[in-house]
């Protein structure tokens, strides 16, 4: 059987490249693992993979939902899952790539039993606070408290509506995680990471190519499809900034220097938390190296695997 291949790390690492060559090398196709390249029209601010890319390599779980609707964990296992039954009855090889933590922990660990989300109780919470929540998850569950990120109100908001609908802390629950692998440490999975300046470096010229190529003409268009409405792609780092901007809360220096804060700042979180919640492969990524000669050494680590 043509075994998976995951390609996590954070974010402006060289992932998607590296990936894309990957595939190409031993006959794979790439499944996202990406919250954000779901919805359609989230194009620049995601990096998503251009028309060219997708012709050459098909990738799933992109572009599958409008902006009018929700996307979970709970979905993305069930796709994910469909999408590696169709690419290895093809006699080609999956290979997932992206950034979102809790998605590849999501596929190889199940979600434990963690209740859906409450229409009337989601409702309540978007309305209230983030400071009142924030005391609220610190009050009873101070565990949560500690490891979630304070600067995401969609994973905070999750965190209190699972406490009440429960009764018992989210940290615990989310403990009961159980791997499918028995504990294993799954095969072919790793992080590629970079030194901070080089990593540093990437993110501000993938910034700087994001707004050159029209980042606050495609908010502008998506405010009109619905993006302010859809709470979880507003957390998308540049469209939110990109929004504020086009409100007038700040000029266009300011806002491109305000994603590139974020956008390092969040690649900081994402290394930790892969490195907390997960048992990887790490690579570190030279400065310069190919694309294709990244992929060629991860050939020869999966087939010493």
């Given amino acids: 059987m043509n075994l998976p291949i995951f390609i996590a790390g954070p974010t402006a690492a060289g992932k998607s490249a590296i990936a894309l060559a990957l595939a190409e090398q031993i006959g794979g196709e790439i499944i996202s693992v990406d919250s954000m390249q779901v919805y359609r029209g989230l194009d620049l601010g995601t990096a998503k993979p251009c028309a060219e890319e ?5 990738h799933h779980l992109v572009d599958i939902c409008d902006l009018t609707e929700s996307f979970d964990a709970a979905q993305f296992i069930r796709l994910a899952q469909k999408a590696v ?25 199940g979600l434990g039993e963690a209740p859906a989300a409450n229409s009337e109780l989601r409702a309540e919470l978007e309305a209230a606070s983030f400071e009142s929540l924030l005391k609220e998850l610190r ?3 101070p565990a949560a408290y500690g490891k979630i990120d304070k600067q995401n109100p969609r994973r905070v908001i999750r965190a209190v509506e699972v406490i009440r609908l429960t009764g018992k802390k989210f940290s615990e629950q989310r403990a009961e995680w159980k791997s499918e692998a ?54 998308a780092i540049g469209y939110r900034q990109a929004v504020e901007h086009l409100r007038g809360e700040r000029d266009l220096a300011k806002t491109v220097e305000q994603v590139k804060i974020r956008t ?18 790490w690579i570190e990524l030279p400065p310069g190296e190919p694309p294709e000669q990244c992929a060629r050494n991860l ?3 999966i087939s010493r695997q």
């Fill in 299 to 301: 050939c020869a680590r």
């Fill in 139 to 141: 009050e009873r569950d």
């Fill in 182 to 235: 028995g504990g294993q440490k799954p095969k072919n999975f790793f992080a590629l990471s970079r030194l901070a300046g080089d990593l540093h470096a990437r993110v501000s010229a993938r910034v700087d190519e994001m707004f050159q190529r029209g980042l606050v003409n495609e908010t502008r268009e998506l405010l009109g499809r619905g993006l302010e409405q859809n709470r979880t792609a507003m957390q």
């Fill in 85 to 109: 039954e169709e690419i290895q009855a093809r006699g080609k090889i999956p290979v997932f790539c992206g950034g979102t933590g809790l998605y590849f922990k999501a596929f190889l660990s």
């Fill in 264 to 281: 390092r700042q969040f690649a900081r979180r994402q290394l930790t938390w892969f490195r907390r919640q997960l048992d990887l492969e």
């Fill in 54 to 58: 997708r012709k050459k390599i098909p």
